[in-house]
Protein backbone atom coordinates (compact mmCIF):
# COMPACT_ATOMS: atom_id res chain seq x y z
CA UNK A 1 0.00 0.00 0.00
CA UNK A 2 1.45 3.65 -0.55
CA UNK A 3 2.70 5.43 2.26
CA UNK A 4 0.20 7.83 4.10
CA UNK A 5 1.02 11.23 3.44
CA UNK A 6 0.64 14.32 6.33
CA UNK A 7 1.67 17.86 5.80
CA UNK A 8 -1.47 19.54 5.23
CA UNK A 9 -4.69 20.05 6.12
CA UNK A 10 -5.85 16.86 5.38
CA UNK A 11 -4.57 15.83 9.00
CA UNK A 12 -4.73 12.56 9.95
CA UNK A 13 -6.40 10.86 7.56
CA UNK A 14 -5.79 7.43 8.81
CA UNK A 15 -7.26 7.69 11.85
CA UNK A 16 -5.26 9.00 14.41
CA UNK A 17 -2.73 6.15 14.81
CA UNK A 18 0.53 8.56 15.20
CA UNK A 19 -1.93 11.44 16.11
CA UNK A 20 0.16 13.99 17.94
CA UNK A 21 3.33 13.27 16.02
CA UNK A 22 1.50 14.31 12.62
CA UNK A 23 -1.11 16.62 14.56
CA UNK A 24 2.38 18.82 15.85
CA UNK A 25 3.37 18.50 12.69
CA UNK A 26 0.38 19.42 10.11
CA UNK A 27 -1.46 22.01 12.78
CA UNK A 28 -4.47 19.29 12.37
CA UNK A 29 -5.71 17.01 15.03
CA UNK A 30 -7.58 13.72 14.64
CA UNK A 31 -8.55 11.93 11.57
CA UNK A 32 -10.93 14.64 10.22
CA UNK A 33 -12.59 13.57 7.06
CA UNK A 34 -10.80 9.89 8.00
CA UNK A 35 -11.63 7.36 4.87
CA UNK A 36 -12.91 4.33 5.33
CA UNK A 37 -12.64 1.04 3.70
CA UNK A 38 -14.76 0.15 0.50
CA UNK A 39 -17.92 -1.98 2.16
CA UNK A 40 -19.14 -4.15 -0.41
CA UNK A 41 -23.20 -3.14 -0.75
CA UNK A 42 -25.47 -6.77 -0.44
CA UNK A 43 -26.61 -9.23 2.14
CA UNK A 44 -23.94 -10.34 3.92
CA UNK A 45 -25.27 -14.09 3.47
CA UNK A 46 -22.37 -15.54 2.57
CA UNK A 47 -20.79 -16.28 6.49
CA UNK A 48 -17.97 -14.71 8.32
CA UNK A 49 -15.31 -13.09 6.39
CA UNK A 50 -11.62 -14.55 7.55
CA UNK A 51 -8.48 -11.80 7.96
CA UNK A 52 -6.12 -12.22 5.24
CA UNK A 53 -2.18 -11.98 6.07
CA UNK A 54 -2.63 -8.56 5.51
CA UNK A 55 -1.19 -5.50 2.56
CA UNK A 56 2.03 -3.91 2.82
CA UNK A 57 5.62 -4.58 5.09
CA UNK A 58 4.78 -5.40 8.41
CA UNK A 59 8.11 -3.61 10.39
CA UNK A 60 9.61 -5.88 12.41
CA UNK A 61 9.00 -6.63 15.76
CA UNK A 62 5.92 -4.44 15.78
CA UNK A 63 2.06 -5.34 15.60
CA UNK A 64 1.32 -5.96 12.27
CA UNK A 65 -1.94 -5.05 10.13
CA UNK A 66 -2.44 -8.94 10.41
CA UNK A 67 -2.55 -9.77 13.87
CA UNK A 68 -4.69 -6.35 14.64
CA UNK A 69 -6.79 -7.40 12.22
CA UNK A 70 -7.06 -11.44 14.23
CA UNK A 71 -7.94 -9.43 17.67
CA UNK A 72 -10.52 -7.21 16.05
CA UNK A 73 -12.04 -10.47 14.50
CA UNK A 74 -13.54 -11.70 17.43
CA UNK A 75 -15.98 -14.60 16.70
CA UNK A 76 -18.29 -12.17 19.47
CA UNK A 77 -17.58 -8.93 18.00
CA UNK A 78 -21.29 -8.60 16.29
CA UNK A 79 -22.41 -9.39 20.23
CA UNK A 80 -20.39 -6.47 21.32
CA UNK A 81 -21.35 -4.14 18.87
CA UNK A 82 -25.14 -5.35 19.99
CA UNK A 83 -26.06 -6.83 16.69
CA UNK A 84 -25.61 -10.69 17.46
CA UNK A 85 -27.44 -11.69 14.32
CA UNK A 86 -24.48 -10.45 11.80
CA UNK A 87 -21.15 -11.30 11.23
CA UNK A 88 -18.22 -10.13 9.85
CA UNK A 89 -18.73 -9.40 6.00
CA UNK A 90 -15.12 -7.99 5.22
CA UNK A 91 -11.96 -8.34 7.22
CA UNK A 92 -8.85 -7.10 6.56
CA UNK A 93 -5.39 -6.05 7.72
CA UNK A 94 -2.76 -3.01 6.52
CA UNK A 95 0.58 -2.37 7.11
CA UNK A 96 0.54 1.21 5.62
CA UNK A 97 2.91 4.17 6.59
CA UNK A 98 2.84 7.67 7.72
CA UNK A 99 5.27 10.04 5.91
CA UNK A 100 6.13 13.42 7.43
CA UNK A 101 6.75 16.31 5.69
CA UNK A 102 10.39 15.84 7.25
CA UNK A 103 10.86 12.68 5.39
CA UNK A 104 10.31 10.92 8.70
CA UNK A 105 8.33 7.41 7.81
CA UNK A 106 6.33 6.17 10.94
CA UNK A 107 4.43 2.27 10.84
CA UNK A 108 0.54 3.10 11.16
CA UNK A 109 -0.73 -0.65 10.62
CA UNK A 110 -4.75 -1.08 10.67
CA UNK A 111 -7.41 -3.58 10.83
CA UNK A 112 -10.81 -3.25 9.45
CA UNK A 113 -13.99 -5.04 9.92
CA UNK A 114 -17.38 -4.65 8.32
CA UNK A 115 -20.88 -5.87 9.40
CA UNK A 116 -24.21 -4.96 8.14
CA UNK A 117 -24.70 -2.29 10.65
CA UNK A 118 -21.09 -1.12 12.21
CA UNK A 119 -17.90 -1.07 10.63
CA UNK A 120 -14.81 -1.32 13.02
CA UNK A 121 -10.83 0.28 12.67
CA UNK A 122 -7.87 -1.31 14.87
CA UNK A 123 -5.18 0.95 14.58
CA UNK A 124 -1.72 0.86 16.77
CA UNK A 125 0.96 3.84 17.11
CA UNK A 126 4.60 3.20 18.73
CA UNK A 127 5.80 7.21 19.54
CA UNK A 128 6.95 8.87 22.22
CA UNK A 129 3.62 11.17 22.82
CA UNK A 130 1.02 10.49 25.50
CA UNK A 131 -2.85 9.77 24.83
CA UNK A 132 -3.28 12.41 27.41
CA UNK A 133 -1.76 15.39 25.07
CA UNK A 134 -5.14 14.30 22.84
CA UNK A 135 -7.42 16.34 24.90
CA UNK A 136 -5.39 19.75 23.39
CA UNK A 137 -4.94 18.12 19.73
CA UNK A 138 -8.36 16.15 19.24
CA UNK A 139 -11.63 18.02 18.87
CA UNK A 140 -14.07 17.89 21.72
CA UNK A 141 -12.02 15.32 23.52
CA UNK A 142 -13.11 13.20 26.76
CA UNK A 143 -10.78 11.75 29.03
CA UNK A 144 -11.48 8.62 29.81
CA UNK A 145 -10.18 5.14 31.00
CA UNK A 146 -10.07 2.07 29.90
CA UNK A 147 -8.92 -1.11 31.75
CA UNK A 148 -7.08 1.44 34.36
CA UNK A 149 -5.25 2.65 31.10
CA UNK A 150 -5.70 6.47 30.10
CA UNK A 151 -8.02 7.21 27.36
CA UNK A 152 -9.37 9.99 24.90
CA UNK A 153 -12.86 9.77 23.44
CA UNK A 154 -13.80 11.84 20.05
CA UNK A 155 -16.27 11.83 17.34
CA UNK A 156 -15.10 12.61 14.12
CA UNK A 157 -17.06 12.89 10.61
CA UNK A 158 -15.43 10.79 8.23
CA UNK A 159 -15.75 9.91 4.51
CA UNK A 160 -16.73 6.27 2.98
CA UNK A 161 -15.95 4.72 -0.42
CA UNK A 162 -18.07 1.70 -1.78
CA UNK A 163 -18.64 -0.94 -3.83
CA UNK A 164 -21.75 -2.12 -5.91
CA UNK A 165 -21.89 -3.93 -9.25
CA UNK A 166 -18.15 -3.25 -9.46
CA UNK A 167 -18.55 0.29 -9.20
CA UNK A 168 -16.57 2.21 -6.55
CA UNK A 169 -18.19 5.68 -5.19
CA UNK A 170 -17.53 8.40 -2.36
CA UNK A 171 -19.39 9.97 -0.26
CA UNK A 172 -20.33 11.27 3.56
CA UNK A 173 -19.66 8.62 6.07
CA UNK A 174 -21.33 9.55 9.11
CA UNK A 175 -19.77 10.31 12.37
CA UNK A 176 -16.74 7.73 13.92
CA UNK A 177 -16.93 7.55 17.69
CA UNK A 178 -13.16 6.79 18.82
CA UNK A 179 -11.39 5.62 21.93
CA UNK A 180 -7.35 6.49 21.82
CA UNK A 181 -5.93 4.19 24.50
CA UNK A 182 -2.45 4.38 26.07
CA UNK A 183 -0.68 0.92 25.92
CA UNK A 184 0.61 1.22 29.13
CA UNK A 185 -0.96 2.90 32.65
CA UNK A 186 1.77 4.91 32.88
CA UNK A 187 1.18 6.45 29.12
CA UNK A 188 4.52 6.64 28.58
CA UNK A 189 4.11 7.11 24.72
CA UNK A 190 2.46 4.57 21.99
CA UNK A 191 -1.32 4.29 21.49
CA UNK A 192 -4.26 2.19 20.16
CA UNK A 193 -7.04 3.41 18.94
CA UNK A 194 -10.62 1.62 18.00
CA UNK A 195 -12.99 3.42 16.42
CA UNK A 196 -16.80 2.27 15.07
CA UNK A 197 -18.90 3.80 12.62
CA UNK A 198 -22.47 2.56 11.40
CA UNK A 199 -23.19 2.16 8.14
CA UNK A 200 -26.28 3.64 7.98
CA UNK A 201 -24.72 7.34 9.18
CA UNK A 202 -26.43 7.25 12.35
CA UNK A 203 -24.71 7.53 15.45
CA UNK A 204 -22.77 4.74 17.31
CA UNK A 205 -23.22 3.08 20.35
CA UNK A 206 -20.74 4.65 22.67
CA UNK A 207 -21.42 1.47 25.32
CA UNK A 208 -20.97 -0.94 22.16
CA UNK A 209 -17.03 0.98 21.57
CA UNK A 210 -16.64 0.42 24.96
CA UNK A 211 -17.52 -3.54 24.95
CA UNK A 212 -14.76 -4.04 21.84
CA UNK A 213 -11.93 -2.12 23.59
CA UNK A 214 -12.05 -3.94 26.62
CA UNK A 215 -12.59 -7.22 25.25
CA UNK A 216 -9.93 -6.52 22.03
CA UNK A 217 -6.90 -4.68 23.15
CA UNK A 218 -5.81 -7.06 26.08
CA UNK A 219 -5.18 -9.49 22.95
CA UNK A 220 -3.58 -7.26 21.19
CA UNK A 221 0.70 -7.89 21.14
CA UNK A 222 2.01 -4.84 22.90
CA UNK A 223 -0.72 -3.80 25.24
CA UNK A 224 0.57 -3.86 28.93
CA UNK A 225 -1.63 -4.72 31.64
CA UNK A 226 -1.13 -3.28 35.14
Known sequence: ???KVAGSRRGLNAGVQ?????ALVAGVAGGVGGLWRIIPKGDGADGPATCAD????????????AQLCRALNRSDLPVLLGTPDEHARTADGDDGWITLDGGTRIASPEANVTLKTYSVKLSASEDRFSVSQGLDLLPKAEP???????????SD???????????????PGGTARSLLVAR??????GSFEIS???QDGAAPDD???????ELVLPTVPGWKSG
Do not use: C, E, N, W
Open 207 to 213: AALFRVA
Open 144 to 154: RQILGHPAVLY
Open 196 to 198: VRR
Open 54 to 65: GHGTPPAKRVSG
Open 18 to 22: TFAAV
Open 1 to 3: MAD
Open 184 to 189: DVKDGG
Open 157 to 171: RTAALTLDSGKAGSG
